[in-house]
């Protein structure tokens, strides 16, 4: 069983999008996947509600309570994605973090979703098997404008922190419409589509030395 958690302190950054798409690409490749939805929103429950018809269905588990959801996870899960609340700080996510393979932190390109983010990667550090290098963490920077200014600003930032840049999502609207349909980038084959699933390759690869 592979376990990924995906957390940061700010609102907004795209946990849940991260989440459900890798999600879906675990599912699609033939993993029995589990998403555990630690967010009170539950967008990531209701996006797998969603799909739950489909042969990549993918099975939700309410988090809401602390550890209880180590009870909920079935004996044969292959991929556990964690969806953490918002604003969560590393040690609201002990139970988490204990059992988490990879971190996954999406970071929004602007100074001042990066100066958010610093706190939270801050207490990350403290912890004793991100300190040693044991537990990777890996930041991704999502809904990227890479032609702006801002989003080459930012990515020049971020290589700079201790923690490496694993991918940079490109904004786009497909997200938020496949997120209302239970879907993911990889559920589909379109040209565009495609282009925009070669951004994800970076993550994946990383994810799977983890």
């Known amino acids: ?6 957390a940061s302190s700010k609102g907004g950054a795209g946990k849940s999008t991260i989440a459900t798409n890798l999600a879906a690409n675990f599912a699609l490749e033939g993993k029995r996947t589990v ?3 630690a967010d009170p929103q539950g967008s990531s429950t209701r996006w797998a509600e969603r799909r739950a018809e489909l042969e ?3 099975l939700p588990i ?3 309570g602390k550890r209880a959801w180590l009870t909920r996870l079935p004996e044969d899960a292959e991929r556990v994605i964690i969806d953490a ?7 609201d996510l002990d139970s988490f973090i204990e059992h988490a393979d990879a971190i996954v932190v999406p970071v929004l390109p602007s100074a001042m979703d990066i100066e958010a983010t610093v706190g939270f990667l801050n207490t990350l550090a403290k912890v004793p098997r991100v300190h040693k290098r044991k537990l990777p963490v890996g930041l991704v920077i999502n809904r990227s404008k890479p032609w702006t200014n801002a989003s080459q600003q930012a990515a020049e930032m971020l290589k700079t922190w201790p923690y490496p840049v694993v991918a940079q999502l490109r904004d786009t609207q497909a997200y938020v419409v496949l997120a209302g349909l239970g879907r993911s980038l990889f559920d589909y084959k379109s040209a565009q589509v495609r282009d925009h699933q070669g951004d994800w390759d970076p993550l994946l690869k990383w994810i799977k030395k983890a």
């Open 62 to 64: 309410d988090a809401s």
């Open 35 to 37: 998403l555990v939805d």
């Open 85 to 91: 609340a918002a604003g969560a700080m590393a040690e």
């Open 56 to 58: 990549s269905a993918v």
């Open 1 to 6: 069983m592979k376990t990924i958690l995906v």
